[in-house]
């Protein structure tokens, strides 16, 4: 059996295509069960699933009143009872090979312990468009992340993975004090284990992308702040694609600082300014094929960067520094 395990919070536009493509798989003979997670949803989500579960049987949903990612991962896998554990997002759409082909992946090499595949994004406005194109550019979240991989190949983490059962057995299950990078954390303990993580560009998701500007340095601030957490947890850096925008914030600080000691600094800093934007304009025209988008493009990698930086930064001062726990301010919901 092929147990799906969907978290999820009002999420009636998505959820029924979400759960119609699922079903929809071609599975290859096995069996399929679906949980929704629910965290205590007050829209029609409830309404919508209600509706469901008589068209399929399988299909249950597990309440999380807790609402955090991380305990409705865990929930839904302790609910279940399948060989392997597919996990996807409300607003993801699966492909009809996904389910069969991932577990094929799982099967055909025991060292492989987590199967995701490529993701293209549906825009649901014109600034989650630009946003996405920003975070699909390898300028914006480096190379080797999952998001602008495009050929078969391992990796340190995946957007929506299927694990077979026993991983949880012999690692545990997911981090429920990490309010971000619960699944970067769990990645990371696969890795460490010497197992293998594979991006399988034969199998694809469309997510629904509903980004919003005034959500996105939130975010990624929450992303760097929590790396930093699990960094600490582990005793060890998780991949070095993560020190490149703490060392850009760094760089912007002591960069303004020291251009007040010479101006032959003032001028190397203004040159290391205008450089970047230059790369981050060329990178945006790259990914957007026109340059009014591509400007527009341009102007989210600062956002990108800064908040991450600025972030891993603040977790640096918290966690190592002054050993404090987690400020409820960085668990606050930015999505």
Same mark, same amino acid.
């Given at each position: 059996?092929?147990? #799906? #395990?969907?978290?999820?919070?009002?999420?009636?536009?998505?959820?029924?295509?979400?759960?119609?493509?699922?079903?929809?798989?071609?599975?290859?003979?096995?069996?399929?069960?679906?949980?929704?997670?629910?965290?205590?949803?007050?829209?029609?989500?409830?309404?919508?699933?209600?509706?469901?579960?008589? &068209?399929?049987?399988?299909?249950?949903? #597990?309440?999380?009143?807790?609402?955090?990612?991380?305990?409705?991962?865990?929930?839904?896998?302790?609910?279940?009872?399948?060989?392997?554990?597919?996990?996807?997002?409300?607003?993801?759409?699966?492909?009809?090979?996904?389910?069969?082909?991932?577990?094929?992946?799982?099967?055909?090499?025991?060292?492989?312990?987590?199967?995701?595949?490529?993701?293209?994004?549906?825009?649901?406005?014109?600034?989650?468009?630009?946003?996405?194109?920003?975070?699909?550019?390898?300028?914006?979240?480096?190379?080797?992340?999952?998001?602008?991989?495009? &050929?078969?190949?391992?990796?340190?983490?995946?957007?929506?993975?299927?694990?077979?059962?026993?991983?949880?057995?012999?690692?545990?299950?997911?981090?429920?004090?990490?309010?971000?990078?619960?699944?970067?954390?769990?990645?990371?303990?696969?890795?460490?284990?010497?197992?293998?993580?594979?991006?399988?560009?034969?199998?694809?998701?469309?997510?629904?992308?509903?980004? &919003?500007?005034?959500?996105?340095?939130?975010?990624?601030?929450?992303?760097?702040?929590?790396?930093?957490?699990?960094?600490?947890?582990?005793?060890?850096?998780?991949?070095?694609?993560?020190?490149?925008?703490?060392?850009?914030?760094?760089?912007?600080?002591?960069?303004?600082?020291?251009?007040?000691?010479?101006?032959?600094?003032?001028?190397?800093?203004?040159?290391?300014?205008?450089?970047?934007?230059?790369?981050?304009?060329?990178?945006?025209?790259?990914?957007?094929?026109? #340059?009014?988008?591509?400007?527009?493009?341009?102007?989210?990698?600062?956002?990108?960067?800064?908040?991450?930086?600025?972030?891993?930064?603040?977790?640096?001062?918290?966690?190592?520094?002054?050993?404090? &726990?987690?400020?409820?301010?960085?668990?606050?919901?930015?999505?």
């Amino acid at each position: 059996m092929i147990s #799906v #395990v969907i978290p999820c919070r009002n999420e009636e536009k998505n959820i029924a295509e979400c759960i119609e493509a699922i079903f929809g798989a071609d599975i290859g003979g096995d069996t399929l069960e679906v949980l929704v997670v629910d965290g205590m949803s007050d829209d029609k989500t409830l309404e919508i699933l209600g509706s469901l579960s008589k &068209k399929y049987p399988t299909l249950r949903v #597990v309440p999380n009143q807790l609402k955090i990612t991380p305990v409705a991962f865990n929930l839904g896998i302790k609910e279940s009872t399948g060989d392997f554990i597919q996990i996807i997002g409300a607003r993801q759409i699966i492909s009809e090979n996904y389910l069969r082909d991932a577990k094929k992946s799982l099967t055909e090499n025991p060292d492989i312990w987590c199967v995701g595949g490529t993701v293209t994004n549906v825009y649901q406005t014109p600034q989650s468009e630009i946003i996405g194109l920003a975070m699909g550019s390898s300028f914006g979240v480096g190379g080797g992340n999952f998001r602008v991989l495009k &050929k078969s190949e391992f990796t340190d983490t995946v957007g929506t993975p299927m694990y077979p059962r026993k991983v949880f057995d012999e690692i545990g299950y997911f981090n429920e004090s990490l309010l971000r990078n619960q699944d970067d954390e769990f990645n990371y303990r696969v890795t460490k284990k010497g197992k293998k993580i594979l991006l399988n560009a034969e199998i694809t998701i469309k997510y629904y992308v509903r980004a &919003k500007v005034s959500n996105l340095f939130r975010q990624y601030y929450q992303y760097g702040y929590w790396k930093v957490f699990v960094n600490k947890m582990h005793g060890a850096i998780t991949n070095l694609r993560q020190l490149v925008p703490l060392f850009f914030v760094m760089g912007l600080i002591a960069g303004l600082a020291l251009s007040f000691v010479h101006p032959v600094l003032m001028w190397i800093y203004v040159g290391a300014l205008v450089l970047y934007c230059l790369l981050a304009l060329s990178a945006g025209i790259s990914v957007a094929k026109k #340059v009014g988008k591509g400007i527009r493009v341009a102007a989210i990698f600062p956002v990108l960067h800064f908040s991450y930086g600025w972030g891993y930064l603040v977790g640096l001062i918290h966690f190592v520094c002054l050993g404090k &726990k987690p400020a409820e301010s960085a668990a606050s919901l930015s999505r």
